[in-house]
């Protein structure tokens, strides 16, 4: 159980081009979703928190208009990169909280993005 | 905001000899304690937590301690197998009873097992 799928797997697109990743809980539903970025060898960075049916709260640094969060269900969060330039190439994963219960977080497989 | 800081950065280690990775927090408002080892190119996967009103928990071969009064916590592999071999990340966060927090994370171990 608690298993998150992330679409697609990797991308390459060109910059100035806009890339929608989607992040899904399979088997349960989820409060809250969150949004995480990994650059090679390095942590997780929290970008943003996804509550479904409300705005997105971003953390600091991170520009709420070039990365686009839509939590449309309690099984479906998408984040946006918005014209996507090289620096923002990175590992893009997503995790997911239990609707009840304790808050564990579950992680999708990640999304690499290589912007051209 | 939270500071979670994670040692060593790399751990090699002699297959079925035990592997102990420590990490501190700064918050002491933090009550959640998670662990997760990434391999590479995938996410993170769970592997045990602690919650702030125990002291230790265990699973098989892992082991997970807290030390509150030192906001400290530690991951104990024993008998350790070449399966093993990933990167563990720490993290911390407050889980309020409402809606979930973001994770802190530390910033990874490299545990190599040696055949």
């Known amino acids: 159980g608690a298993v998150v799928s992330q679409h697609p797997s990797w991308v390459i697109c060109k910059s100035g081009t806009s890339v929608k990743i989607e992040c899904r809980s399979l088997?349960?539903?989820?409060?809250?979703m969150f949004w995480y970025r990994q650059f090679p060898k390095q942590s997780l960075m929290l970008m943003a928190t996804s509550n479904e049916g409300s705005k997105a709260t971003y953390e600091q640094g991170v520009e709420k208009d070039k990365f686009l969060i839509n939590h449309a269900s309690l099984t479906l969060s998408t984040l946006t990169v918005t014209s996507a330039h090289p620096e923002d190439s990175s590992f893009y994963i997503c995790s997911a909280s239990l609707i009840r219960g304790r808050k564990t977080q579950y992680f999708g497989p990640g999304t690499r993005l290589l912007v051209l | 905001g939270e500071n979670v800081e994670q040692h060593p950065s790399t751990l090699s280690v002699q297959e079925g000899d035990s592997a102990v990775i420590k990490c501190t927090y700064s918050?002491?408002?933090?009550?959640?304690f998670p662990w997760y080892k990434q391999e590479l190119g995938k996410g993170p996967q769970l592997i045990i937590d602690i919650r702030s009103n125990v002291g230790e928990k265990k699973d098989q071969r892992i082991a997970v301690t807290l030390n509150k009064t030192a906001k400290h916590f530690s991951l104990h592999i024993t008998e350790t197998q070449p399966e093993d071999s990933a990167v563990y990340f720490c993290a911390a966060s407050i889980d309020s009873g409402g809606g979930a927090d973001g994770l802190t994370f530390g910033k990874g171990t490299h545990l190599i097992i040696q055949p």
């Open positions: 918050d002491s408002a933090s009550n959640y």
């Open positions: 088997d349960f539903q989820a409060t809250t």
